[in-house]
């Protein structure tokens, strides 16, 4: 290939334009440099701009070269401090790969440590951003428990957690399986945390040590959920703040035991009303999934964010609604949520929300599948009447190897040579992040483990084959992303706010030259050539519910269980088949008609529960209320050892604390002891 093709080739895939090319092979070179100064935000609004050191990052750059099996020429970075230059770079497009040092045990947003690559022209790249608390807080590196003996707390539920948040270090700890955790009823949080466990919403998340030297606060949240009947009749979970308790008292030291932090809750009064409405069918022609969606949902939060509108995002709860949509659902509207805000002033609020679509995927071999979501995200300011709306849409026609991404399959790879990926661009997105996860096996359960991600300005990008495994399954996820940052000039890190995410997954791919060929590999369950009625096309074994759809098999569709449009029998949806289909059913008695059982000729349901009428599809009393407190709690009878306390009778209970063991302040019968 002569020189100006090959570097038109090279920037095709990276997804940039082509650069002019000089005559002959002599394409000049640029140094690239750069740095990552992080902008701190302080409670206040105040700022301090100060260089990451980037000693312990992995710098280099990925270029495109045709004339190497693999595709890409590797330079490495020499990094001093807080700067790096890579020497000799073409004038032309190329990958920067950046991986970053050791974090936390618990990942942050950022999550876990693998490389990163971004397509860029740019020679002098800022791969800054903005965190929170001071940036001279020093780094939890061993475990550092401190013990919490704090009373007055609201009666504990079997869905509440608890959050520690330091904003003067920015750093975040959400609290789950402590030993002890609190038990239902409980109104005192006896319990120690690791502090190492934190986790910050840096890129490279360690967590901060507290010092009260330094007037560092810390703040814990008893962060209380209750259910209750959602929109449309399905069951909302709303969580709030229920007590707070802060203090500039607490000194940390790295691996050592902090002392015991005693005092009192107060409680938060829940004065404050949200307002939350969506357009379900404006989310639904913004998210280009296809049509193997099993469930929809809403998931909303009001957050509390130290750094206002300049990017950073440290997000204390202080209401997150979430509920699962009925497929009819067009409209979403919520109102009077309430909450209280006990946070510092000089946070101002953002809200953050998420409409998602399910499926399953089920890795070969495994005996459980998992949920893949597909979502379109924002985040902006808060408002009291909060109108979800989508900022950008997902790509469409996304393609890996030349095949539809949506559908899997089989991609082309020989351990040797890239994998393409491409799609069409969506409207509004700044950049796209195409992030690859390998999928396994792990004691029977369906795991995704995240491999890479990749980042380009274009709609196009290469996946270098040393990522890859030959024979191997993947699902890829391609974000479109909207945020102002500046990608395209440099920018690598920064984001700004309002932003914005379309974020779709693929099919199943098995990453093979070898599938279809006719010869059973090693890692083949078979092959065929073509699909069969016994072999996918995938050479696994044929079977309804692995989600691969093999017509050979008398398969019409196959999305693992039941979906919008697929029966669990891999037959398209028809009402009225006796198939329940809960992804698009509330029921299937099999007969036409409405037979008084709560199901209408429709499928859908026929009343609610506390509207006095027993359906006997959904429900086994209905009392004319939504009282959880009496015998007939969410229309089912109540038992002891239910978690719900009841004061009606025909026995009524004087405790219930989800178990019926004796000796834990609630005897198996649900008296008091």
Sequence with gaps: MNA???????????GLAACPASSGDDTP???VTGSSPITYAFLGGDTVTVDENLTGYTIAAYIPDDGDASGF???????????????????RPYYLQLIYPP????????GPVIPRFYATEARTLDLGYVACGRPDAAAATAATPIELRLTGMEAWRGDDTVVLDSFTTGTEHTVFGADPYPAVGDRALATTVDWRKAYTYQHVSIPRLVDAAREDDLNIYHVATRYQHGAGGYIAGVSRIADAFSTRAVTMVDGEAAAPLEGAFAPVVADQVQNVSADLEAYDRALHDGDAAAHRYIDVYRLGNQAGGQGALFGVRLLRLVQLLSPAMNRFDV????????????????MLDYYSRYRYLKAPGATTPMLVGSHVISVRPAERDHAMRPLVASVTEPRVAGRPALTGGVAPFDGVHPVAVAWTAADGADYYTVIVQKLGVDDGQTRLTPVASLSTA????????????????????????ADGSGFAAGALRRSGLPRAHGRIASGLFRFSDRCGDGRVDDEEECDDASPSPTCDDDCTMAACGDGTVNAAAGEACDTVTGSLHCDPDCTPVACNDGVLNLAGEACDDGMAGDQGNGCSATCTRIGACGDGVVQSLFEICDDGNDSVDDDCPLCIRAVCGDGWVDRQGPATEQCDDGNIDAGDGCSANCRNE
């Design 73 to 91: 020429r590797v330079v490495p970075a020499t990094i001093d401090g807080g700067r790096f230059e890579i020497p000799d770079v073409p004038d």
């Design 335 to 350: 109102r009077g949520l309430r909450y209280g805000d006990p946070l510092h002033r000089g946070v101002t609020h953002v």
């Design 458 to 481: 274009g709609t196009s990008i290469q996946i270098p084959a040393m990522l890859l495994e030959r024979g191997a399954f993947y699902v890829l996820e391609i974000v479109a992303v």
């Design 4 to 14: 100006p093709a090959a570097l038109r080739g090279a920037a095709a895939a990276l």
């Design 103 to 110: 974090a936390g045990p618990t990942p942050g947003p950022a």
């Design 29 to 31: 070179t640029t140094p």
